[in-house]
């Protein structure tokens, strides 16, 4: 008597189809920023941004996966021809164990030492500091776009505040205008 088998044959005249792979997450694609500094722009004049990386644990680039990163309060430091990032706030990773992170601890910054030099040599200038503005995923290493900033005083809010707003009334003229007339 023949036995019988178990296993299914397909036909190979006829492809299978393709399974549809899951959409990635878009803060680990780096199509959307991990963390913003909303309020940098509006405490500092940004100058000019430098990109960097940032020299973390695993929990914590899970953590920042997750989207718990803060950058409020941080800032960067130059330190015996180092970069430092202190004040990131990384909150702890849900699935993580008692070897945890510390969630303010001074970060490493990895910057080529050129850049370095050049960032300390233009912090030393009074008034201007290191500010970070986004932390971001490029091609799975967490980066940080770090400014070089000079703090405004209140006179300068309320005077890029006053540039705004007419800015943003002279926009809705025109939209109000081309809606009249039709165009």
């Not at 973390?56 to 899970?62: A, C, D, I, M």
């Not at 996966?65 to 021809?81: F, P, Q, S």
């Not at 909150?91 to 490493?108: A, Q």
């Not at 799975?140 to 009334?169: F, I, M, N, S």
């Given at each position: 008597?023949?036995?019988?088998?178990?296993?299914?044959i397909?036909?190979?005249?006829?492809?299978?189809?393709?399974?549809?792979?899951?959409?990635?997450?878009?803060?680990?694609?780096?199509?959307?920023d991990?963390?913003?500094?909303?309020?940098?722009?509006?405490?500092?004049?940004?100058?000019?941004?430098?990109?960097?990386?940032?020299?973390?644990?695993?929990?914590?680039?899970?953590?920042?996966?997750?989207?718990?990163?803060?950058?409020?309060?941080?800032?960067?430091?130059?330190?015996?021809?180092?970069?430092?990032?202190?004040?990131?706030?990384?909150?702890?990773?849900?699935?993580?164990?008692?070897?945890?992170?510390?969630?303010?601890?001074?970060?490493?910054?990895?910057?080529?030492?050129?850049?370095?030099?050049?960032?300390?040599?233009?912090?030393?200038?009074?008034?201007?500091?290191?500010?970070?503005?986004?932390?971001?995923?490029?091609?799975?290493?967490?980066?940080?776009?770090?400014?070089?900033?000079?703090?405004?005083?209140?006179?300068?809010?309320?005077?890029?505040?006053k540039?705004?707003?007419?800015d943003?009334?002279?926009?809705?003229?025109i939209?109000?205008?081309?809606?009249?007339?039709?165009?």
């Amino acid at each position: 008597m023949a036995r019988q088998t178990s296993h299914v044959i397909t036909n190979p005249d006829r492809p299978t189809a393709p399974k549809t792979p899951r959409p990635r997450d878009p803060v680990a694609s780096g199509e959307r920023d991990a963390a913003q500094n909303r309020a940098a722009s509006h405490h500092y004049f940004l100058l000019e941004k430098f990109e960097a990386g940032v020299a973390l644990r695993g929990t914590e680039v899970k953590s920042i996966r997750e989207g718990k990163a803060n950058l409020k309060d941080a800032y960067g430091l130059i330190k015996d021809d180092e970069a430092f990032l202190l004040n990131l706030h990384i909150g702890p990773y849900s699935h993580g164990n008692i070897s945890n992170h510390d969630e303010t601890r001074t970060r490493k910054l990895l910057m080529h030492r050129e850049e370095v030099r050049k960032l300390l040599s233009k912090t030393q200038i009074k008034g201007h500091t290191l500010i970070p503005t986004r932390l971001y995923f490029r091609n799975g290493r967490v980066k940080c776009e770090l400014a070089l900033a000079k703090g405004k005083q209140d006179w300068d809010k309320r005077e890029t505040e006053k540039r705004r707003e007419a800015d943003r009334e002279a926009r809705s003229a025109i939209n109000a205008s081309k809606h009249k007339t039709g165009h």
